[in-house]
């Protein structure tokens, strides 16, 4: 049977508190006490309990991350980084999955993080100002992925000038007729992804004297599902659009295999450009705008954990990472040809 705490201060001949005292490496224990202690846990191979310890701290040693839907893969990316960073400083995760507008409700009117946790982060939720005020109210330092909030850490990419990067790269190979695969605004979810990239996509439009057409922008929920019924609809047009911009990579592929399936080409009929670099985006040869998915987690528990450790230096701050255009296939038939003409309208 292992041994207890009790049995470490009986061989040492000292009090349950010195002994955890000694342990945690208080200094208000003499030195001959404290190697005393700790021959006599030797001795036993006594093993701490984390559970104690963190109690005897006044901590959790966790972190509650709080995401809209576990199963998809941008947020299982966000939390396998988040995760990753926590377990190497000794501390848990703990996983609130909202799943709906109900779920997001009753998360935000309960908080049942309150007390169970020493930091929050809150991935891709355009909050409220009853939210914000919530979270505020936990006293705690509070990480938002995805958006910037006063008085927040935040860690985010700059959605809007992806968006615009992507029909940007569309413009530039003659595209005129651009559809948008997106999102719902509407959501009651809000997610803050499809109001800055529809953001981004209407502004590059305009910018280059192309006038935003609503019947050219579908709905695509995020899903391959949705991506592939909103380019059937796109396709029924009685003028379909020559290029598609996607809003994540996953319902780019379903718009390709509906191109596909309707015995049309990519990108040769149709361009299609996706967001993200999903891990299969280089296997179907989609064009994307790369962003650092796991990074942006990383570096948010990163920036909470510092400010657990040195809550006076650690100031909240946003950082906003850098996203990239990787030119594949579905905009243009090889790397060299597109090298080509950016070089000649440089």
């Not at 958006?147 to 005129?176: K, M, W, Y």
């Not at 290029?243 to 990108?267: H, K, N, Q, T, W």
């Amino acid at each position: 049977m292992a041994a207890s705490i009790e049995d470490v201060a009986k061989l040492a001949g000292v009090s349950i508190a010195t002994v955890s005292r000694s342990l945690r490496g208080l200094p208000d224990v003499a030195a001959a006490t404290r190697d005393k202690v700790l021959a006599a846990a030797r001795e036993l191979d006594y093993v701490a309990s984390p559970f104690a310890a963190r109690l005897a701290s006044g901590r959790s040693s966790t972190i509650g991350v709080v995401v809209p839907f576990v199963h998809r893969w941008f947020f299982a990316e966000v939390l396998g980084a988040v995760e990753s960073v926590l377990s190497q400083s000794g501390f848990d995760l703990l996983l609130h999955n909202l799943g709906s507008s109900e779920g997001r409700e009753q998360f935000f009117s309960i908080l049942p993080v309150r007390k169970r946790v020493d930091a929050v982060v809150v991935v891709s939720l355009a909050l409220t100002e009853d939210e914000v005020e919530a979270l505020k109210s936990l006293e705690l330092p509070i990480g938002v992925l995805g958006a910037a909030h006063p008085g927040f850490f935040s860690v985010r990419i700059d959605d809007v000038a992806a968006a615009q990067t992507a029909v940007e790269h569309l413009v530039g190979l003659g595209h005129r007729r651009i559809a948008l695969i997106g999102g719902d605004t509407d959501d009651p979810m809000r997610f803050t992804p499809p109001h800055h990239r529809l953001t981004g996509f209407r502004d590059a439009l305009i910018s280059h004297g192309i006038t935003p057409d609503e019947s050219l922008e579908r709905l695509g929920y995020f899903t391959v599902e949705g991506g592939e019924a909103a380019m059937v609809q796109l396709l029924g047009l009685p003028e379909r659009p020559t290029a598609v911009f996607a809003e994540s990579d996953e319902m780019a592929y379903g718009a390709m295999r509906a191109i596909r399936r309707a015995g049309l080409r990519v990108p040769a009929d149709i361009a299609v450009i996706g967001f993200d670099d999903h891990q299969t985006a280089g296997l179907l040869d989609l064009t994307t705008i790369r962003q650092p998915v796991a990074e942006q987690g990383a570096k948010l528990a990163a920036m909470l954990l510092a400010s657990l450790t040195n809550p006076d230096s650690a100031q909240p701050s946003d950082v906003v990472m850098e996203t990239e255009l990787v030119v594949r296939g579905s905009t243009v038939a090889s790397a060299s040809e597109y090298a080509d003409t950016t070089a000649a309208t440089s």
